[in-house]
């Protein structure tokens, strides 16, 4: 009887000092504040974006996961793979014209972690993107709150890949810092 209720107390308090830690959002080995989805960014995050331009000139940002039916975790890396100044340029390119190809012609649905393309709007068919390397300023609190689009919280973006099909639309993602 006596080890039973030592057992008792011990997970009890192995409970408190768990609701402690995610309370106060503290780990303390081997207790975790089971924060991870939770965490509030106080501070600028970088990532990249994918700017789609149409027919008509109107601009689409994005993030690389509904450019490439892959999951989140992985567009990314594989648009930085891909379009990266170290890679081949002649494949890049090709891979740029199929990726137009496939937003324009043969959308997807989201999927568990895929998420679903984005698709033209009313200006026609996206006829080019820049790929940009970007900070985003999530520590706003009124930014987190209202209904806003990436392009709120974008502070800085730095070109890394530009495509057109149409080589003298060249250079039409450049007017936003």
């Known amino acids: ?11 009890f308090a192995c409970v408190l000092v768990q ?16 924060g991870m989805f939770a965490y509030r960014y106080d501070r600028l995050i970088k990532c990249m974006l ?13 993030l690389p996961e509904r450019v490439l039916p892959v ?12 379009f990266s100044p170290d890679s081949n340029q002649f494949a890049a390119e090709q891979f740029a014209e199929l990726l137009l190809s496939r ?20 200006g026609g068919d996206f006829v080019g993107f820049s790929l940009y390397a970007c900070e985003l300023d999530l520590g706003l609190g009124s930014r987190l709150d209202r209904n806003v689009g990436v392009e ?15 080589p003298a639309l060249l250079g039409g993602g450049d007017s936003r810092p």
């Open 1 to 11: 009887m006596q080890a039973q209720f030592i057992l008792l107390c011990a997970f």
């Open 19 to 34: 609701v402690w830690c995610s309370l106060l959002n503290k780990n303390i080995w081997p207790f975790v504040a089971q």
């Open 50 to 62: 994918v700017s789609l331009f149409d027919e008509a000139g109107n601009e689409v940002i994005v």
């Open 71 to 82: 999951a989140s975790f992985r567009a990314q890396r594989m648009m930085i793979q891909i």
């Open 103 to 122: 937003l324009n012609h043969s959308p997807w649905k989201g999927f568990d972690e895929i998420e679903p393309s984005v698709r033209p709007g009313k």
């Open 152 to 166: 709120d919280a974008l502070v800085t973006r730095n070109l890394l890949y530009e495509y057109f099909s149409n």
